[in-house]
């Protein structure tokens, strides 16, 4: 991210910093993937302190929440979707481990798994990234490749 941008940006404006995934969106490199290594704690503590449905409502506000601070912080920054604004990650991360059973190797399995889909974006990801603008543009990808991560993660526990 150029200096410009970043001058936009304040960690104490509490919308940029839910945007920048705890401030973890400014990382040099692999901002996703220091996004999404951010919704870990947030993941590990609702698996293991709330029930499925406050889980549930969590991930839900998270994400629908998430298409406003997105959407403001990328129109602080005068940018669509900066690779800093990481918590569309968050609530992907969210969205791929409801109702798995949390251990270090389903924490792994589904932090792969959802890189695997964000990174890739097969289809419809891939649509939905170059067509859909705005709030939602950003997070939809993200919600979408959790979903399809969240499948894959359910399915291979099934198969185990």
């Known amino acids: 991210m150029d200096k410009q941008i970043r001058s936009k940006l304040s960690l104490l404006n509490p919308v940029h910093f839910l945007a920048l995934g705890f401030g973890s969106g400014l990382a040099g490199k692999m901002p996703g993937t ?9 993941v590990v503590l609702l698996s293991h302190y709330a029930s499925l449905p406050v889980y549930l409502i969590v991930t ?25 604004i ?23 399995a589904g932090f792969v798994l959802f890189r695997f889909f964000d990174i890739l974006k097969p289809w419809p990801i891939s649509y939905l990234d170059k067509h859909v603008h705005g709030g939602f ?24």
């Open 34 to 42: 220091f996004g999404t290594l951010a919704a870990l704690p947030l």
């Open 60 to 84: 839900v506000m998270v994400s629908v929440v998430g298409i406003w601070i997105c959407g403001k912080t990328a129109a602080d920054m005068g940018v669509h979707d900066d690779s800093s």
């Open 137 to 160: 543009g950003i997070m939809i990808d993200d919600v979408l490749a959790g979903v399809f991560a969240l499948g894959v993660l359910h399915i291979g526990l099934a198969v185990i």
């Open 86 to 108: 990481v918590w569309d990650e968050v609530a992907g991360m969210l969205i791929t481990m409801i109702a798995v059973p949390l251990s270090w190797q389903t924490l792994l």
